[in-house]
């Protein structure tokens, strides 16, 4: 089976989204001037954000610019959309990061620490697949392939051209600063804005998903080897007081983790709300856009970036669903236990857990919809109705 994964190994890559932007969740111990730096690079990249998401909100107000220009106004649609999903994670995140701090530290105190108790568990059974990790690794390759791409792009074109030519300029992002970027040093500066602003809005979507996936997941670890306990329970009824013990204690443990998961809704309730509408409204315009750009560079990373997108609230939905799945278990597990050969207090207590553990620890955004398979199919179904209907409008 290999090594058991630690619970550091299970939050290691949400962790490293955030560290990577000079934010550290835990206040991990480092010196001072490792402190500074990475404070510094953080302040850097939220002020590059808020500053490029007002110059896209502004650009888009000024319709004009983009007015008579499908390629233009989807284009610029896409990249709207991902930047108002990756604010309101963003603020969500920062809202929450006490509570999620919290959280975090409570699942790693009831963790399993030794490695026999980690395989009892089956810790490794509910960390990230090897296709999820693919999957992110891909993500996260295709969004550097769209950083570093006009960079490098552009300095070929002006090698080709031995230095003849003027540098063509271009840039991750298409809008308009307010400066010009058109001059070696404009250039840079708008480059920078562009690379940290892109930084945090890809590492801040990926993860935020990462925190909500690695929380839900141990709560499924944990729904899982409550199930597993329960259905291999032999009770006796010559043993009353002792059995009414076991059931009391797993009910305990149960209700704990419910408030665990109640806690994973108030964190990502309304990332997740948003969250639904941006995505399909995000794949909708990377379609639209891919089929209008054809194959080229910018086409084939766009349809690389939809293929990403996707994959990414695929991997969110099936967590949902894995959760709904786990959580419904224990109830199966009630009934497969021997539960009639208890004694009569430990059936009336064996039944009330059936009875709650019926229902489904689901995660709602908001209660506005269930984050499960199902809605990762309704999505998909919305995306390409939507994407006909625009294609058909703009055709005409």
């Excluded at 206040?27 to 939220?46: A, I, T």
């Excluded at 857990?353 to 999505?379: D, N, W």
Aim: hydrophobic share 45%; proline share 3%.
């Amino acid at each position: 089976m290999g090594k058991q994964r630690s619970y550091e190994d299970y939050t290691y890559m949400a962790n490293i989204m955030f560290k990577t932007l000079g934010y550290d969740l835990f206040d991990s111990p480092r010196p001072k001037w490792q402190n500074l730096l990475l404070r510094c690079y953080f302040v850097l990249c939220v002020v590059s954000n808020f500053y490029e998401a007002s110059m896209v909100t502004l650009r888009i107000i000024q319709w004009e610019s983009l007015a008579g220009s499908p390629s233009k106004i989807m284009r610029q649609g896409l990249h709207f959309f991902y930047m108002f999903s990756a604010q309101v994670k963003f603020v969500t995140f920062m809202i929450h990061r006490k509570r999620l701090r919290l959280l975090s530290n409570n699942l790693k105190e009831i963790y399993p620490q030794d490695e026999e108790k980690q395989k009892i568990y089956g810790v490794n059974r509910f960390y990230l697949s090897r296709t999820t990790r693919y999957v992110l690794y891909f993500y996260y390759f295709t969004m550097v392939l769209m950083a570093l791409g006009p960079v490098i792009q552009s300095c070929i074109m002006y090698l080709i051209g031995f230095g003849k030519s003027e540098f063509p300029y271009q840039r991750i992002f298409p809008t308009r600063l307010s400066f010009d970027s058109e001059t070696p040093m404009g250039y840079v500066v708008a480059y920078v804005i562009d690379f940290t602003y892109s930084q945090l809005i890809v590492n801040v979507s990926l993860g935020t998903d990462l925190w909500m996936m690695c929380i839900s997941s141990q709560i499924s670890m944990h729904f899982a080897y409550l199930a597993k306990v329960l259905s291999s329970y032999c009770p006796n009824k010559e043993r009353e007081q002792e059995d009414c013990c076991f059931i009391a204690g797993l009910v305990k443990r149960h209700q704990l983790i419910l408030s665990y998961h109640k806690d994973v809704n108030n964190v990502f309730g309304l990332l997740l709300a948003s969250n639904l509408f941006t995505t399909a409204s995000l794949l909708c315009c990377m379609a639209y856009y891919t089929v209008v750009q054809g194959f080229n560079m910018e086409g084939i990373s766009y349809m690389m970036l939809f293929v990403s997108v996707a994959a990414q609230f695929y991997m969110v939905s099936s967590h949902g669903q894995m959760l709904i799945d786990w959580s419904t278990n224990i109830a199966e597990a009630a009934y497969e236990n021997n539960w009639y050969e208890g004694s009569l207090q430990y059936k009336k207590r064996i039944l009330f857990l059936m009875a709650q553990a019926q229902r489904p620890a689901e995660i709602s955004a908001k209660g506005i919809i269930i984050i499960s398979l199902e809605t990762f199919k309704i999505l998909m179904t919305i995306t390409y109705r939507f994407f006909a209907v625009i294609r058909q409008t703009v055709g005409k």
